[in-house]
Nanobody, 125 residues
């Protein structure tokens, strides 16, 4: 499966952005999806994950209450709604997919086999 992320940009602190990740290829299979981010000079960080059916979600403590992950399986898409953005949210955001037959979600990078190219999010103070 191939993943294409979009929706990044420059926004002021307190603003909002909505990221989208569209899957193509072997989309007939079932995937748990995740969003990760990496800021300059820092390690990649888990942001949010959603189960294949969309019924289970899990967030990092740093974004809980501000970000919302969702998916539309009919459109082979997953979204990340980011509200109340802070300068420390500045990073390259990447989506990832993991083939699964269960309703589980996954929040570590090694769990994911497929990655998109990333989209830059910059939050100015």
């Amino acid at each position: 499966v191939q993943l294409q992320a979009s929706g990044g940009g420059l926004v002021q602190a307190g603003g909002s952005l909505r990221l989208a990740c569209v899957a193509s290829g072997d989309t007939g299979s079932s995937y748990a999806m995740g969003w990760f981010r990496q800021a300059p000079g820092k390690e990649r960080e888990f942001v949010a994950t959603i189960s294949r059916g969309g019924t289970k979600r899990y967030y990092s403590d740093s974004v809980k209450g501000r970000f919302t992950i969702s998916r539309d399986n009919a459109k082979n898409s997953v979204y990340l709604q980011m509200n109340s953005l802070k300068p420390e949210d500045t990073a390259v955001y990447s989506c990832a997919a993991r083939l699964t037959v269960t309703g589980a979600y996954y929040y570590t990078a090694p769990d994911y086999a497929y990655w998109g190219q990333g989209t830059q999010v910059t939050v100015s103070s």
